[in-house]
Each structure stands twice: as structure tokens, then as C-alpha cells.
């Protein structure tokens, strides 16, 4: 399954995209009956949305957890990166970045639990 990921706090060109949500020509776009404004409204700022905020898409495998969420498919891509570097080139430098990409793994996937943890409890 794939998942799309906005990037809201982290690279967003808010204001690029306030600017944009500030220009657009609302009258125009607004009108008709309310579900056709609603239909506009959300596809505009959708279409914004695509070109301001970064949303990489990832792919979700079989055996994720629910609570395992685009920075640990990120982490985890790279601590195989740098696995793969280190099995084809065994230098220290290689072993040194595998080293710190498992650690890195490990500080997000213990984050992500704890978060999604903290989320069902709030919810109970």
C-alpha cells in the first residue's frame, strides 16, 4: 500500500504558499452550489498543496507496524544502504556509517513507538 506523506513542519514554503492561497481568485472559483464550491475549494488548495509542501510517497510492506510511518521507512532504507556499502567495501568509514544509521534506526523506530503508544492512550 502506498502512503503519502505531507511534510508540513519540516522543508514547506509556507510562504510561497499563503502568498499563492492569498492570490487565488476566490469569487471566481467559488461558485455554483455548495457542493461545487466545496469541490473547488479543496482541489485549489489540494493543487497548492502539491506545489508548496513536499509529500513523498512510500510504500507500506506487509510486515509494518502501524506506528511505522515514513522516518523509519527513511532510516531503514538507509541503515541497508549503508549495510549493502559496508558488505561491498569493508572499510572503516563504511562500518562507521552503517554504525551510526543503526543507531539512528533505532532512536526513531523507539520514538515512533512511543508516540503511537502516547496517541492510544490519549484515545482510551
Known amino acids: 500500500m502506498k502512503r503519502t506523506n505531507w511534510l508540513w513542519g519540516r522543508k514547506a514554503n509556507w510562504e510561497n504558499f499563503l502568498g499563492a492561497l492569498s492570490q487565488t481568485p476566490w469569487r471566481s472559483i467559488l461558485t455554483g452550489d455548495v457542493g461545487t464550491q466545496i469541490g ?5 488548495v489540494h493543487s497548492l498543496q502539491n ?3 513536499p509529500n513523498p510517497t512510500f510504500t507500506l510492506k506487509p510486515h509494518d507496524h502501524s506506528w ?14 549503508a549495510w549493502r556499502r559496508y558488505k561491498r567495501h569493508p572499510t572503516q568509514a563504511n562500518k562507521q556509517l552503517h554504525k551510526a544509521a543503526s543507531d ?4 526513531i523506530l523507539r520514538l515512533a513507538q512511543q508516540q503511537w503508544q502516547d496517541e492510544l492512550r490519549s484515545k482510551l
Open 40 to 44: 473547488s475549494f479543496t482541489s485549489t
Open 51 to 53: 506545489k508548496y509542501i
Open 68 to 81: 511505522f510511518g515514513y522516518d523509519c521507512r527513511v532510516a531503514a532504507d538507509n541503515k541497508s544502504k
Open 104 to 107: 539512528n534506526i533505532r532512536r
